[in-house]
């Protein structure tokens, strides 16, 4: 099990981007597959994107497809979160999470994940 840890959150005026980074201490991220959800409070954690652990595919709600990127550097054992285009609807707290060697035909479910950051805040202004 990896602790990862988030960063890069804050406040962004609508139309503009935010890159939030994803870290693992202590493991070789490369082994484990990543996704990014997201919670705004009375709601459930939503996904947002995963990469999978092997091959690089990657996998994108409907709601943020061709404006998030998800990525790896596994020389950084970083993955990130390149958010264009920022609507005041993408505000919440957004959460990194892990699994070694995740299915990824199950990445978009948080059932999946056995690691999770503490989340960062993404606020979004109008």
């Known amino acids: 099990q990896v602790q990862p840890v988030e960063s890069g959150g804050g406040l962004v005026q609508a139309g503009g981007s935010l890159r939030l980074s994803c870290a693992a201490s202590?493991?070789?991220?490369?082994?484990?597959?990543v996704g990014w959800f997201r919670q705004t409070p009375g709601k459930e954690r939503e996904f947002v994107a995963a990469l999978s652990w092997v091959g690089l595919y990657t996998y994108y709600a409907d709601s943020v497809r061709g404006r998030f990127t998800i990525s790896r550097d596994n020389t950084k054992n970083t993955v990130y979160l390149q958010m264009n285009s920022l609507k005041p609807e993408d505000t919440a707290v957004y959460y990194c999470?892990?699994?070694?060697?995740?299915?990824?035909?199950?990445?978009?479910?948080?059932?999946?994940?056995?690691?999770w950051g503490q989340g960062t805040q993404v606020t979004v202004s109008s």
């Open positions: 202590g493991r070789t991220f490369s082994n484990y597959a």
């Open positions: 999470a892990a699994v070694y060697r995740g299915d990824s035909r199950r990445l978009s479910g948080v059932d999946e994940y056995d690691g």
